[in-house]
């Protein structure tokens, strides 16, 4: 190892799901030392646990069995636990110059306050990214929002930088907010993407196939979207003004109520946040 790398601080990892996992392996192929992968005490858990500790060369333990011996504990546990994670492992001691983190988008890091009272520096630190079971993905260029106390926040941008991320600072009162736009680009768009497989259905196109068939229009979308902002990259009827083509798809979508809701719900926001020909009319056939 370099002596970049043993200067890194150990990091022990609480809870081996998708994010726990994809953390895990980025931060050991950043060079960083993984001591254990903690989990709860069912058998999936302590399985996926075991898994993952050989992955990256780790031990497998259960949370608060043991002290926590690393310099960095990351709590990759359900949102709706992290509060009792953080107070039932506050019972014992050496939190004293640790960094403890959670990954919640939407908590903040008062949600460790069990732990900062025994002495450790907390924070929240979510990377803007979506991790599903059997996936690692890059975290080349995924914002990580980060706030808490001035030591947590500053290990934290540390290793957010050296897995190839952009870390910056958000405050308590915006987490809500950020986390609701996150939403928006990844759960809410495969909502959507689900919806048009339904559509597809309705043109006699299997779902299996229409995901696939939708894969080139999507990839340019995007592309048009980061190339040329919403404007430019804005395409369809809407822009057009073509009122009597958006009646005829609220027409036959009128046996799918709710993917007539989701296409009402975008195509009124379309026609408010962009610039679009004959918006009266449009506005008039969306009521």
């Keep these: 190892m370099s002596a970049t790398q043993v200067r890194r601080p150990i990091i022990t990892i609480a809870g081996p799901g998708s994010l726990g996992n994809a953390l895990a392996i980025s931060l050991h192929a950043a060079g960083y030392r993984i001591s254990e992968i903690l989990s709860r005490p069912g058998k999936a858990s302590r399985l996926r646990a075991r898994a993952l500790a050989r992955k990256v060369g780790a031990r497998a333990a259960l949370i608060g069995k043991e002290p926590c011996n690393a310099d960095v504990l990351w ?4 949102d709706r636990e992290i509060r009792n994670c953080a107070e ?61 106390d001035w030591t947590a926040t500053r290990v934290a941008r540390r290793i957010a930088r050296h897995l190839g991320g952009e870390p910056f600072q958000i405050s308590k009162a ?3 907010a950020y986390h609701a736009w996150g939403a928006f680009t990844s759960p809410l768009l ?23 068939m939708m894969l080139p229009i999507l990839r340019q979308t995007l592309w048009n979207y980061a190339k040329h902002g919403p404007a430019k990259g804005f395409s ?7 009122a009597a083509t958006v009646a005829k798809h609220l027409r036959v979508l009128g046996s799918m109520p709710l993917a007539r809701d989701v296409y009402l ?23």
């Design 236 to 242: 369809g009827p809407f822009i057009r003004g073509d």
């Design 75 to 78: 709590l990759c546990v359900p």
């Design 190 to 212: 495969t909502a959507l993407l689900v919806t048009a497989e339904q559509v597809a259905a309705a043109a006699r196109i299997p779902r299996r196939r229409a995901r696939k």
């Design 174 to 176: 915006d987490k809500t």
């Design 88 to 148: 039932f492992l506050a019972r014992s001691g050496g939190w004293s110059k640790r960094a403890v983190l959670h990954s919640s988008g939407a908590l903040t890091s008062d949600e460790l306050a069990a732990l900062r009272s025994r002495g450790a520096s907390v924070a929240s630190v979510h990377p803007l990214m979506t991790f599903v079971p059997g996936e690692i993905p890059s975290l080349a260029g995924v914002p990580f929002a980060i706030e808490g």
């Design 265 to 287: 719900a975008l195509a009124r926001s379309a026609v408010r946040s962009l610039t679009v020909k004959n918006k009266a009319q449009l506005l008039k056939t969306l009521t």
